[in-house]
């Protein structure tokens, strides 16, 4: 289920990393409603219907180099929506525009420190020209050749392209994983992602969404009956929470005893 359309939404394509749920805290931390979605299950039509201010590409542990390997639809990039490319989606986002990622190079897991050498609208008020930040990469592959329209905002040895940024489409990319806590600036990166660039107002809240979900659910289901099928885990259990606010004794919760539990 999704939020009344009042509240600005990003779309985040999965292309498996095991962080990609942390991109999602952040920017609901920031007070930005967010879903995910695995990077082949988003047509036109759906990501129309969901009208995003702006996607991210998240990373993944496949290789760009390989032929078999994820792509993100063409049509984001041809929606005119700002986009960010994480890791792996920074890689495909280059490789996709016109870019080179190779293989071959030294694997990088880990702390590391950049050097910004220019300035673009995800880093401002944060990264200043000549600063060395902190960050964590993990990869293996690395852009070696920008796509047309791209530069570069902050690179390191072993990421040459660690930050880079095309501001005339509003596309961005980052080697590093702005997501998890050992980028200090990361959340920040990500907040100016989705409010300076996307436009996003950050007036989303989970108790909103709480109060929300109880009152479309209340008007969906009106004086019928609900049958929830409640494995335990965490996903039926709040959705049996949540339409149990909603309507009460109206629903009836059914768990089916397998053994393995």
């Known amino acids: ?17 095991q962080v990609t749920q942390l991109i999602a805290r952040r920017l609901r931390e920031a007070g930005v409603y967010c879903e995910i979605w695995p990077f082949n299950a988003a047509p036109e039509s759906r990501i129309r ?28 990039f041809a929606s005119g929506l700002p986009v960010l490319g994480i890791c792996y989606g920074q890689q495909t986002l280059a490789h996709q525009l016109g870019g080179v990622v190779e293989g071959g190079h030294a694997r990088e897991f880990g ?8 300035a673009c609208a995800i880093t401002q008020g944060l990264w200043a020209p000549g600063a060395r930040e902190q960050v964590w990469m993990s990869h293996g592959d690395r852009i070696t050749e920008l796509p047309p329209g791209f530069r570069v905002v902050a690179s390191s040895e072993g990421a040459p392209f660690a930050l880079i940024a095309d501001d005339a489409r509003h596309y961005y990319g980052t080697q590093f994983h702005p997501e998890v806590v050992h980028t200090p600036h990361g959340a920040a990166l990500l907040r100016n992602f989705t409010h300076l660039v996307c436009g996003c107002t950050g007036d989303w809240t989970m108790g909103a969404f709480r109060a929300e979900m109880i009152e479309r659910i209340r008007a969906q289901v009106g004086t019928g009956r609900v049958i929830c099928g409640l494995s335990g885990g965490v996903d039926s259990s709040v959705a049996a929470v949540l339409i149990h606010e909603a309507v009460g004794e109206q629903l009836t919760c059914i768990y089916v005893d397998h053994g393995l539990m």
């Open 111 to 118: 702390r590391a420190f950049i050097d910004v050498t220019g």
């Open 1 to 17: 289920m999704t939020p009344p359309a009042r509240h600005d939404r990003i779309l985040i394509l999965d292309f498996g990393s």
């Open 49 to 76: 219907d969901f009208a995003p201010k702006g996607i991210i590409l998240s990373g993944g542990p496949a290789s760009v180099t390989e032929g078999e390997s994820p792509r993100a639809p063409d049509h984001v």
